[in-house]
């Protein structure tokens, strides 16, 4: 009779085991379905204020107040959903800095899509308006294919439909424009 109360006291324990066991195994593969849930970014950021050194110099200050991590996806990407100002200093620390409403940064072709009321503001007084441009960080270009304005520092005003320029903007190609060019006259 003790051996017999010994096994049942065995089972009860494995049975118990057992239970335990599967319970916590489905919640690890719920728990586990939450990760592997891509249209959910991987960390978000409030109140973000970034700066980004080379050297120990201040190269750019990002500043938004709100930020989406979807550096897990094969296309990684940062959205800024509700806006970003954004100051890159050049080898002379003058200051550019770009506004817009909405952004997204792609990792891998170090793209940057600006949405709604870009703004961008050079060390050398030009004034560009858009409400959409792209930024290619690699080879320091941007660009846009839709009607933007801009005031350029020597008092020129264009309104054009698609422009490319260097990010100092001393090389700015209007596909289309009209407005008012200043031009010096040489002797």
Request: charged content about 25%; proline content about 2%; glycine content about 6%.
């Amino acid at each position: 009779m003790l051996k017999t109360y010994r096994n049942h006291r065995i089972s009860i324990v494995v049975i118990i085991f057992t239970t335990m066991l599967f319970s916590c195994q489905n919640r690890l593969n719920e728990v586990r379905k939450w990760d592997l849930d891509e249209g959910k970014p991987q960390t978000a950021g409030k109140g973000i204020n970034l700066f980004y050194t080379d050297s120990g110099a201040v190269k750019a200050n990002l500043r938004t107040p709100l930020m989406y991590d979807f550096t897990h996806l094969e296309f990684a990407y940062r959205e800024f959903p509700d806006g970003l100002e954004l100051d890159f200093f050049d080898d002379e620390n003058k200051k550019n800095t770009i506004i817009a409403d909405y952004g997204i940064m792609y990792e891998k072709t170090d793209l940057v899509d600006l949405q709604g009321n870009v703004l961008i503001t050079t060390a050398d007084s030009t004034v560009l308006n858009a409400n959409q441009l792209y930024w290619d960080q690699k080879r320091g270009w941007v660009f846009s294919d839709i009607n933007y304005n801009i005031k350029l520092n020597n008092g020129a005003l264009n309104e054009g439909e698609g422009f490319d320029a260097n990010e100092k903007f001393d090389k700015f190609i209007s596909r289309s424009n009209k407005g008012v060019q200043i031009v010096e006259e040489t002797e």
